[in-house]
């Protein structure tokens, strides 16, 4: 774990993110906050890649809870069998769906408590859907942030929590909205667990990482 990083050197990293990618977006497709809520719990230890190429021919047939219950588990099965762990994210989608008909109305709730209560919706799935669809400036960590930050020195912390209080307490407001996606592309396609790309990475002279490649 790296040493934490002052304020200055951080404003500098999210300013050269910024500079290089001024709205940074997820890579999750979507069509509506409940697609987005069912591809990112799909996504649980899979790909956006993965997802993305099982999703876009579900979210043709199902893009609203009811329609993802006149699916049932089977017919949803058969979509995202290409996925990892696909039969138990069936159950939980159409779980999940069943309490957004019966105590939503059928709509998303924006609330994190809300969301985390839904069946296979954690913290980081109500993180990311409370961002990318409502703009709150919630960090959603996976491997790629909580590598990125405990390397860097961003945002270090012993687990996914502590992460997102760091960057929560860390990281300028004005760079909090988009921080997790400059931060979840940078481990994604720089900053990468195996072999880093130092050489060509922009914030090289900021980072506290004592391992870079050469």
Partial sequence: ???????????????????????????????????????????????????????????????????????????????IKTIGLFRQKAKNVIKLSQILVDEYEGTVPNSRAALESLPGVGRKTANVVLNMWWGMPTQAVDTHIFRVCNRTGIAPGKDVVAVERAIENQIPADFQHHAHHWLILHGRYHCKARKPLCPTCIIRDLCQFEDKTI
């Fill in 1 to 79: 774990m790296a040493k934490q990083l002052d304020y200055h050197t951080i404003r500098e990293i999210f300013t050269r993110f910024h500079a290089a990618d001024p709205k940074p977006e997820g890579e999750l497709e979507h069509v509506n906050a409940y697609t987005l809520v069912v591809a990112v719990a799909l996504s649980a230890q899979a790909t956006d890649a993965v997802v993305n190429r099982a999703t876009r021919d579900l979210f043709k047939v199902a893009d609203t809870p009811q329609k993802m219950l006149d699916l049932g588990v089977e017919g949803l099965t058969e979509h």
